[in-house]
């Protein structure tokens, strides 16, 4: 199976092709920007998203939406790159993909951790946010924070292969065994109303956002939550874009454009629309990247 689409768009509605017109976008288009001098040449910018709501996404129409595609779509625009052309790949290979050159940016709000700056080069962060559970209507398990997971050897909790969630879970001891991997947010709901998990471990924003969908009756957010807290500190999610290391001139050129429409109302007006509270959206603006990266 094919797991690319891609979307070209002047960033607003795009066209999104067939698998066979992918492949052949992705073996016969130009070669891989590195520099923004480059980038404006061919006229348009690569970006990839893991297709989670509300951090990027596809919508109906074919649009790419969410968090970081709307914030990237500025920051483009304001240092003279005015298309982006959008890859959705799982989550798991999003990094993989951005070493392969498939893309030159990606804008899925990944989470900022030191493991992952030494495989790419991350912005300031652009979102932040806090854990969350989704459970069965009525929470008959009585959960509300991954140590109770932890408490209860008989439970199971789903994730996403590939997110932190694994690592947050592992620093509170929860073993592999009570651990269900699963491809996608939107394997989610059916896992848990199955019975094959618990619960599903995520982003409090991801959470929220299935619990809104249609596909998710007879499922609540676990409420109320209590953050994990690992080694003595909360834990905190710091969504950033991450470019390739060695792209430095168009990574510098973003990065520093970010900084800049940070400060505006425009870009607290696309967080606050996807539901981040005023102080997700300052701890955003004040959180550095090189703390993250640092793991403080």
């Not at 509170?172 to 939107?186: C, K």
């Not at 792209?247 to 970010?258: G, I, P, S």
């Amino acid at each position: 199976m094919n797991d690319w689409k891609v979307t070209k768009m002047p960033i607003r509605l795009p066209l999104c092709l067939t698998a066979g017109a992918v492949l052949l976008a992705l073996s016969a288009g130009p070669a891989p920007a590195a520099t923004l001098k480059d980038v404006t040449a061919q006229g348009y910018v690569r970006g990839a998203s893991a297709n989670e709501v509300p951090y990027s996404y596809v919508d109906s129409d074919g649009s790419a939406r969410g968090i970081g595609p709307e914030v990237a779509a500025q920051v483009w625009k304001t240092i003279g790159v005015k298309e982006i052309v959008w890859s959705v790949t799982p989550f798991g290979t999003l990094i993989p993909g951005l070493k392969a050159r498939r893309y030159d940016f990606v804008g899925a709000e990944m989470n900022i951790l030191p493991d992952r700056c030494r495989q790419v080069a991350f912005t300031e962060p652009n979102s932040s946010y806090g854990e969350g559970l989704l459970v069965p209507s009525g929470n008959p398990k009585n959960l509300h924070s991954y140590a109770d997971i932890r408490a209860n050897p008989a439970l199971k909790v789903a994730i996403v292969s590939g997110a932190d969630q694994l690592d947050f879970l592992h620093g509170l001891g929860v073993p592999d065994s009570q651990i269900v991997m699963i491809q996608a947010n939107a394997d989610a709901p059916s896992t848990v109303r199955a019975g094959r998990a618990d619960a599903y471990a995520a982003t409090e924003l991801t959470v929220a956002e299935l619990v809104r969908s249609s596909g998710s009756a007879g499922l609540e957010q676990a409420k109320p939550f209590a953050d994990p807290v690992i080694n003595g500190k909360p834990v905190r999610s710091y969504g950033g874009f991450d470019f390739r290391l060695g792209d430095e001139n168009l990574y510098r050129a973003f990065n520093n454009a970010l900084i800049a429409f940070k400060k505006t109302d425009a870009y607290a007006a696309i967080l606050a629309k996807y539901g981040l509270s005023a102080e997700s959206i300052q701890a955003a603006r004040t959180k550095t990247m090189a703390e993250l990266c640092a793991g403080k």
